[in-house]
């Protein structure tokens, strides 16, 4: 079971009498109340969605893009040449 903090904030939730249904056959399979298998189904769900932020999608092309730019990098321009400067100038003759 997760960590149990101290509960301090309300949730309150309207629903249908079926879903409430479901959620308590749910909750007595699990061996949890209602209120404990809502909590963690809410967790889980909020947890997955977080996650799927997470993830970069590319279309195909903007793949192969990627991968080009991976294999066969352009040469420095100057700003990238100044901000390797800056960084070698600030972090690695700091140290």
């Keep these: 079971m997760p ?3 101290s509960r301090s904030a309300r ?6 009498p079926d879903a409430l249904s479901m959620v308590k056959r ?3 399979i699990q061996g949890r109340s209602v209120s404990d298998f809502v909590v963690a189904a809410a967790q889980e769900a909020a947890q997955r969605t977080i996650e799927e932020t ?12 990627l991968m080009e730019a991976i294999l066969d990098p352009p040469e420095p321009n100057e ?6 400067d800056a960084y070698k100038r600030l ?3 700091s140290r």
């Design 3 to 5: 960590n149990q903090q």
């Design 26 to 28: 749910a909750a007595e």
């Design 79 to 84: 700003a990238l040449r100044k901000a390797a």
């Design 11 to 16: 949730l309150e939730a309207r629903i249908s």
């Design 91 to 93: 972090v690695i003759e």
């Design 54 to 65: 997470a993830i970069i999608r590319l279309s195909m092309e903007d793949q192969r893009n």
